[in-house]
């Protein structure tokens, strides 16, 4: 069975730290994704990985980074975690050629910035 | 560039009741369609897509969609509703090249009254 499994369900942060969020999937996949999800703005691209030690910006980018060492896991970086990163994280992947477009998701990260 | 709209934010709806939810595309070229259902605090799972043949496309759980090109929308479909359908869903397109990306639309919460 497809498993997108990421590394804390729900986390609280203080403003200015450095916080990791990790991506684990077992499906071998090419592609990986990092997303935010806010109410009334559905889901906004940050980051993504078509291939190990590959990125590529998304449409926010702004005060993230990521890090692809190994094909099964992606992290997503907050340098200089502040107030309005606060929201909800959910790393996707999806497969090479055929299969490119259908995205499994992980259960998702609440990331609280205080 | 594609986009997609999806036209309500949220949708209540007796249990047993019919249910549609809105979705429209737009693209300059052929897409991939997809509707993906969040339920409450867990990730974002594949319901169904269209990628080609019948435009006519369902799900294992009593839900359909119709992709219609001329009116360009898809539109998610379920003729009795139940209180375990009460999630989030979204419309999301794609175009059909392996490097494009998925974009999704802002969600439409369906809410089932008793």
């Known amino acids: 069975d497809v498993k997108v499994t990421q590394s804390s369900r729900y986390l609280v942060k203080r403003t200015g730290e450095k916080v990791f969020l990790e991506c684990v999937q077992d499906m071998d996949h090419e592609n990986m994704f990092w997303y935010r999800q806010d109410p009334g703005l559905g889901l906004r691209l940050i980051y993504f990985?078509?291939?190990?030690?590959?990125?590529e910006k998304g449409d926010i980018p702004e005060g993230y980074s990521v890090s692809r060492e190994k094909k099964e896991r992606f992290s997503l970086i907050l340098e200089s975690a502040s107030t309005n990163q606060t929201s909800m994280y959910l790393c996707?992947?999806?497969?090479?050629?055929?299969?490119?477009?259908?995205?499994?998701f992980g259960p998702g990260t609440r990331l609280t910035v205080t | 560039a594609q986009s997609v709209t999806q036209l309500d934010s949220q949708v209540p709806v007796f249990e047993e009741a019919p249910v549609e939810l809105r979705c429209n595309y737009s693209s300059s070229v052929s897409v991939y369609l997809f509707w993906y259902v969040q339920y409450p605090n867990q990730g974002l799972q594949l319901l169904l897509k269209?990628?080609?043949?019948?435009?006519l496309v369902e799900s294992i759980n009593g839900f359909e969609a119709e992709f219609n090109k001329s009116q360009t929308s898809f539109h998610l479909r379920k003729p009795s509703v139940h209180i375990s359908d009460t999630a989030e869903y979204f419309c999301a397109v794609s175009g059909v090249n392996r490097d494009d990306k998925i974009i999704f639309g802002k969600g439409t919460r369906l809410h089932i009254l008793p």
């Open positions: 996707a992947s999806s497969s090479l050629g055929e299969g490119a477009h259908e995205q499994y």
């Open positions: 990985s078509y291939d190990v030690k590959m990125k």
């Open positions: 269209y990628l080609s043949g019948s435009t």
